[in-house]
Nanobody
Framework: QVQLVESGGGLVQAGGSLRLSCAAS????????MGWFRQAPGKEREFVAG????????AYADSVKGRFTISRDNAKNTVYLQMISLKPEDTAVYYC???????????????????WGQGTQVTVSS
């Protein structure tokens, strides 16, 4: 069982930046693909960014390309989401997720992810 704990959310003005962190328990973090998803009120959960195990590849939603960067530090069992040039439409609860499958491609669908955090709120004011 893997536990994921997100942090770093908050209230920021449009154009500002935040860095989200997701700390994972367990000794097999490096073998998991990691993803960030978000869910805004009244909307479905959507893929934001993902990174495969061994940092083989990353993937981003079109809406965040060029503004968000996902990275991981396996020594710290942590995955990050650096967000810049934030927009009000980025407002959502952000979740990190772990996928045990050692795929060389990031899954943009939620179903393959085995573990989920509780989420952290990001609010971007205009």
């Amino acid at each position: 069982q893997v536990q994921l704990v997100e942090s770093g959310g908050g209230l920021v003005q449009a154009g500002g930046s935040l860095r989200l962190s997701c700390a994972a328990s367990g000794r097999t973090f490096s073998s998991y693909a990691m993803g960030w998803f978000r869910q805004a009120p009244g909307k479905e959960r959507e893929f934001v960014a993902g990174i495969t195990w061994k940092d083989i590849s990353t993937a981003y939603a079109d809406s965040v390309k060029g503004r968000f960067t996902i990275s991981r530090d396996n020594a710290k069992n942590t995955v990050y989401l650096q967000m810049i040039s934030l927009k009000p439409e980025d407002t959502a609860v952000y979740y990190c997720a772990a996928d045990r499958a050692r795929s060389t491609r990031v899954s943009v669908a939620a179903a393959p992810y085995d573990y989920w955090g509780q989420g952290t709120q990001v609010t971007v004011s205009s």
